[in-house]
Nanobody, 114 residues
């Protein structure tokens, strides 16, 4: 079955960087449409970024200068490089498979605080 396991979340100071990883299995990762979605405390889910089967990427407008999505097909792993983090980026970050957001990982906590 589809499994998505996120890692890399941590406590980081404002201005810091993190790289999130999502280990994928149970489906054809090399041809999958993949997404990152986040949920801040007390708020709705917020789409962050997507990467399509050809490797083309899209980002939420407020995040396109901060975040970079990528995938390593050989390792079946999705990444999210996050730079210049701010307290407003504090959230649980989810790896999500599919253009219809069918399968979700358990999430990884990112906390930005001094």
């Amino acid at each position: 079955q589809v499994q998505l396991v996120e890692s890399g979340g941590d406590l980081v100071q404002p201005g810091g960087s993190l790289r999130l990883s999502c280990a994928a299995s149970g489906f054809a990762f090399s041809t999958a449409f993949m997404n990152w979605v986040r949920q801040a405390p007390g708020k709705d889910y917020e789409w962050v970024s997507s990467i399509n089967t050809r490797g083309s990427t899209t980002y939420a407008d407020s995040m396109k200068s901060q975040f970079t999505i990528s995938k390593d097909v050989a390792k079946n792993t999705l990444y999210l490089q996050m730079n210049n983090l701010e307290p407003e980026d504090t959230a649980v970050y989810y790896c999500v498979e599919g253009a219809v957001f069918a399968y979700w990982g358990q999430g990884t906590q990112v906390t930005v605080s001094s």
